[in-house]
């Protein structure tokens, strides 16, 4: 149980479009869901935090209008990147909590954009 | 703040070698702490958790045994595999928010297994 999953796994986009990226909790209720960002050898860091129909929590530095974050359910959270740049290219992770065990976190495989 | 401060790799051995990879992390309370691997073009699993002094977190022939005193979660597994060539986070948990607790991940230490 509690898996993640991410989709799509690749993209490839232009500069200046959008793009959407999904997460999903498939077996279990996510209250919690998180959005990390990790750059090529380095580790993840932490842009955003959202809880199902509230707004997120954005990390100092994250751009708010940048990256759009929307958890319309409690099995769907969604990253957009808007006016997408070459520097946005990185690879994006979530990570999703339930209910009554806050403390752990189960990860998706990721989603690797890159913009030309 | 919150953070953990991990052995910088890369780190290269040969199979059944004998791995340590360690790991410091402040001590902010008493945070549950993790080890989670990331293999090539994947997301992170979770290796092994512990969540209060003296735990030991075991899985897949590695361990950690979390260390109050010295404010330690050292990764070590007995004889390593090619198989277990990936990139190691260690993680602790702190900085509440929205009543949920954040990961916060050391840089990573990238093992390579020679066979």
């Known amino acids: 149980g509690a898996v993640v999953s991410q989709h799509p796994s690749r993209v490839i986009c232009k500069s200046g479009t959008s793009v959407k990226i999904e997460c999903r909790s498939l077996d279990f209720q996510a209250t919690t869901m998180f959005w990390y960002r990790q750059f090529p050898k380095q580790s993840l860091m932490l842009m955003a935090t959202s809880n199902e129909g509230s707004k997120a929590t954005y990390e100092q530095g994250v751009e708010k209008d940048k990256f759009l974050i929307n958890h319309a359910s409690l099995t769907l959270s969604t990253l957009t990147v808007t006016s997408a740049h070459p520097e946005d290219s990185s690879f994006y992770i979530c990570s999703a909590t339930r209910a009554g065990n806050s403390y752990e976190q189960y990860f998706g495989p990721g989603t690797r954009l890159t913009v030309t | 703040g919150d953070s953990v401060t991990q052995m910088e790799g890369p780190v290269t051995l040969s199979e059944e070698a004998f791995l340590t990879i360690n790991c410091t992390y402040t001590a902010t309370g008493y945070p549950s702490l993790f080890w989670y691997v990331q293999y090539p073009g994947e997301g992170l699993q979770l290796l092994l958790k512990?969540?209060?002094?003296?735990d030991k977190g075991s899985n897949k022939g590695f361990e950690a045994t979390y260390r109050k005193e010295t404010t330690s979660f050292h990764l070590e597994k007995g004889s390593v595999q090619v198989s277990d060539s990936a990139v190691y986070f260690c993680a602790r948990l702190g900085s509440f928010n929205f009543g949920n607790e954040k990961l916060t991940f050391g840089t990573g230490t990238r093992l390579t297994i020679i066979p």
């Open positions: 512990a969540t209060k002094a003296d």
